[in-house]
T-cell receptor, first 114, second 109 residues
Framework: KAGVTQTPRYLIKTRGQQVTLSCSPI?????VSWYQQTPGQGLQFLFE???????NKGNFPGRFSGRQFSNSRSEMNVSTLELGDSALYLC?????????????FGSGTRLTVV | GIQVEQSPPDLILQEGANSTLRCNFS?????LQWFHQNPWGQLINLFY???GTKQNGRLSATTVATERYSLLYISSSQTTDSGVYFC???????????FGAGTRLTVKP
């Protein structure tokens, strides 16, 4: 079966711009979670969506937002980009919360803000 | 929030050696997973193991939930095992995974 697909793989943006990242989960998976990975802070939870509803949110400013569509595909948006937003953004999908062995990550989008 | 500590932070082995990676967590959890991140950034799920012991080939993992730690064993290591190993926990089983800082493993031929 196809895995979790994240697009684009690489992105370069300028400070102040906004960016939208996409995540297509494994077919049948309804939960999508987003994470930010940086060398200084490690892997940090951004938010989780299930059936088009945000159920959990990490400790990130309001510039970080997301949504989920009826086909479970999810997008995250970062507005007014800052240099510190440069990171690897990973999404993970699962059938439901806490599914046994069902937590699968995509390859990530590497965002560079200049 | 829950704290996750992994040790050692770095580990260098010769091919064929065995190793044990440790993950301590500060509170009870309903979900614990081990991941391997390859040099290209891909996170691969190794084990879902909130308690008990599991084995998959040369890898095995044990979680002692009452004592709040988990161990990942790698036997007969290969160069392809190199990368960063992460432990992640989810206290309420709601897909809000908290990750440790990882153990960077380098296996030399």
């Amino acid at each position: 079966k196809a895995g979790v697909t994240q697009t684009p793989r690489y992105l370069i943006k300028t400070r102040g711009q906004q960016v939208t990242l996409s995540c297509s989960p494994i077919s049948g998976h309804r939960s999508v979670s987003w994470y930010q990975q940086t060398p200084g802070q490690g892997l940090q939870f951004l938010f989780e969506y299930f059936s088009e509803t945000q159920r959990n949110k990490g400790n990130f400013p309001g510039r970080f937002s997301g949504r989920q569509f009826s086909n479970s595909r999810s997008e995250m948006n970062v507005s007014t980009l800052e240099l510190g937003d440069s990171a690897l953004y990973l999404c993970a999908s699962s059938i439901q919360q806490g599914a046994d062995g069902g937590y699968t990550f995509g390859s990530g989008t590497r965002l560079t803000v200049v | 929030g829950i704290q996750v500590e992994q040790s050692p932070p770095d580990l260098i082995l010769q091919e064929g050696a065995n190793s044990t990676l440790r993950c301590n967590f500060s509170d009870s959890v309903n979900n614990l997973q081990w991941f391997h991140q390859n040099p290209w950034g891909q996170l691969i799920n190794l084990f879902y193991i909130p308690s008990g012991t599991k084995q998959n080939g040369r890898l095995s993992a044990t979680t002692v939930a009452t004592e709040r730690y988990s161990l990942l064993y790698i036997s007969s290591s290969q160069t392809t095992d190199s990368g960063v190993y992460f432990c992640a926990v989810d206290r309420w089983n709601n897909n809000d995974m908290r990750f440790g800082a990882g153990t960077r493993l380098t296996v030399k031929p």
